[in-house]
Structures are given as C-alpha cells and as structure tokens.
C-alpha cells in the first residue's frame, strides 16, 4: 500500500497531539516531587521527546525521528503520486 499524503497530514497531526500530551504529562508529573520529576524527565520524558524531534533541549537524541520518517513519507508519497500522473499522461498519449 503506498503511502498518500493524507497519510503523511495524518501523521503529522499524530505528532503534534503526541508533543501537546506529553507536555501535559510533563506539567502533571512536574507539580509532584521534585526527584520524581527529575527521574522522569531524564527518561521517559527524554526518550519520548527525542523520539519525536531533533528540536529540544536534550544533548542526545534519536537516530530516526518521527519527523524523519514524515518527511521520508512525504517524499515517497509525492513521488507516488507524480508516478500516478505519468501513467495517466502516457494513457491519454496512446489514446491518441
């Protein structure tokens, strides 16, 4: 199944709920003990944002973001659908 660019829309969208959410846990977990939100924040909060991004403030980071992988789709699915409009364009020349 090729990958359309609703997909990509798609995906996107996911990402920005998955940064408002975790920045929602992120103030929930904040307002409790502060070791508790220093451990959270140096891990799963960590692990979660680095995920998503190469923009934050961590040192590290991840190989392959979320956000690399929406843009490696977007080109594919441009290409796809330039590929689509070929078909179409060679269709119509031999109908002629």
Do not use: C, F, N, P
């Amino acid at each position: 199944m090729a990958t359309t660019r609703s997909d990509v829309r798609r995906l996107e969208h996911i990402k920005g709920r998955m940064e408002e959410l975790i920045e929602e846990a992120k103030d929930l977990v904040q307002g409790a003990d502060r070791a508790v939100y220093a451990r959270a924040k140096g891990y799963w909060i960590a692990a979660i944002i680095t995920a998503l991004s190469k923009e934050h403030e961590y040192m590290g980071g991840s190989m392959v973001t979320m956000e690399d992988t929406i843009e490696e789709l977007a080109e594919l699915a441009e290409d796809v659908e330039d590929e689509d409009l070929d078909d179409i364009d060679d269709e119509e020349e031999e109908d002629y």
